[in-house]
Nanobody
Framework: VQLQAYGGGLVQPGGSLRLSCAASGFTIGVYTIGWFRQAPGKEREGVSC????????YYVDSVKGRFTISRDNAKNTVYLQMNSLKPEDAAVYYC?????????????????WGQGTLVTVSS
């Protein structure tokens, strides 16, 4: 059972990146999947999540209107499309789940984590 996040990189302010979270060993569409980020010297922050229903999504206020979470069940992958990136979005991004959670919100506290992918926003 594994979650693997990838797609990070260096992007200029205003640019876009799409992060992917690929699952193996379980069906990603069953459980809530969340994206979290942690910048140096800061606490980890919940960015977005998607529940077992595609309509059940959550975004932290700072990314609303810029980030979009989605899921491709055929590829067993969850995506985070990040547009209009700002320097304050720079962080290591992690995807995570909890095999007992099916709904999504700011309260989502996963207990199974993938490795992170680094997003750098700089000119």
């Amino acid at each position: 059972v594994q979650l693997q996040a990838y797609g990070g990189g260096l992007v200029q302010p205003g640019g876009s990146l799409r992060l992917s979270c690929a699952a193996s060993g379980f069906t990603i569409g069953v459980y809530t999947i969340g994206w979290f980020r942690q910048a140096p010297g800061k606490e980890r922050e919940g960015v977005s999540c998607i529940g077992s229903s595609d309509k059940d999504t959550y975004y932290v206020d700072s990314v609303k209107g810029r980030f979009t979470i989605s899921r491709d069940n055929a590829k067993n992958t969850v995506y985070l499309q990040m547009n209009s990136l700002k320097p304050e979005d720079a962080a290591v991004y992690y995807c995570a789940t909890d095999f007992t959670q099916f709904v999504c919100g700011s309260y989502f506290q996963p207990d199974f984590w993938g490795q992170g992918t680094l997003v750098t926003v700089s000119s």
